[in-house]
């Protein structure tokens, strides 16, 4: 039986989230098959060279690893069969006991809302996943119909907050009429959703690991989704800096470092338990 035919976990995301980071350790993958990746792994950059680059990391990590966060653009550049070896690599994926979070940061109004809702956080959905990324910029509010989504599944959200783009600044440190910077609202509607969250709740902000030190709260009593690191610039070491007392609640995610070791299984296997293992001290795991 397929993964997407089978009911969520009565368990919230934020739950299953910490205990699968308690077990493997709090490190996660992502899958970003960019084409000089595909050519590194002497694959080529067609539907064919998606589908083993994608079920090679797969089939090496899925078992070991906590978390995976493949980022949607790299299998829609391929159009409906790349949108297949996405679907397949998820059921795949889940089915071995890791959570994936889709990168796809939808963001919209209403129906279409519910829409992207529908596709990714139903039960039964297509691509049903653990945790869907978003965007809130037509309002926090706009984000309702995945909320009430994620809810019902027991699914999550990570919701942008601080991207470490340098054009995100323009946006995220704007102050609203209220006071508060954009992002310092984003981080206040999510403390609001996890206020009743015994641990970790399921509702997330994304906060790029390359970010300055920043005057905003981060404890959100939920999961913060930090890319940046290992290629990008990020290290272990550096995400108590940026993150302070809420370091414990980070998800770290890798791609490119842990990517590039392959396409021989163990080499893959051996980069990320490198970075696993330096993330457990970090984060105290």
């Not at 966060?69 to 829609?76: R, Y």
């Not at 984003?186 to 509702?203: C, H, I, K």
């Not at 005057?215 to 940046?228: K, M, Q, T, V, Y």
């Not at 007392?245 to 842990?258: G, W």
Request: charge should be negative.
């Amino acid at each position: 039986m397929r993964e997407r035919d089978l009911p969520m976990s009565n368990q919230p995301f934020g739950v299953r989230l910490r205990a699968a980071m308690t077990e493997r350790g709090p490190l996660c993958v992502g899958i970003d098959p960019h084409a000089h990746l595909l050519e590194a792994w002497g694959l080529p950059d067609d539907p064919e060279g998606l589908a083993s680059f994608t079920y090679g990391v797969v089939d090496a990590l899925a078992d070991r690893v906590a978390v995976f966060k493949p980022q949607s653009a790299f299998f829609e550049r391929f159009g409906s069969a790349g949108i297949a070896v996405l679907e397949q690599a998820t059921i795949r994926l889940r089915e071995a006991g890791a959570l994936v979070i889709i990168d796809a940061k939808r963001g919209d109004i209403g129906s279409t809302m519910s829409g992207y809702a529908s596709a990714y956080l139903a039960e039964k959905a297509p691509l049903a996943c653990d945790a869907l990324t978003v965007s809130p910029y037509l309002g926090f509010g706009s984000l309702q119909p995945a909320i009430d989504a994620a809810r019902e599944s027991g699914a999550g959200l990570f919701v942008l907050a601080l991207t470490s783009n340098p054009e995100g600044p323009q946006f995220q440190s704007a102050r609203t009429a209220a006071g508060p910077t954009v992002a310092g609202a984003v981080l206040d509607g999510l403390r609001e959703l996890n206020a009743d969250a015994d641990d970790l709740g399921s509702f997330g902000a994304v906060v790029g690991a390359t970010i300055a030190r920043t005057d905003e709260n981060l404890d959100i009593r939920g999961p913060l989704l930090a890319p940046g690191l290992g290629a990008q610039g990020a290290t272990p070491e550096s995400l108590a800096a940026v993150f302070g007392s809420a370091v414990h609640n980070v998800v770290p995610s890798s791609s490119r470092e842990i990517l590039a070791a392959g396409p021989t299984p163990t080499a893959l296997r051996d980069a990320a338990a490198r970075t696993n293992d330096a993330f457990r001290t970090v984060l105290g795991y």
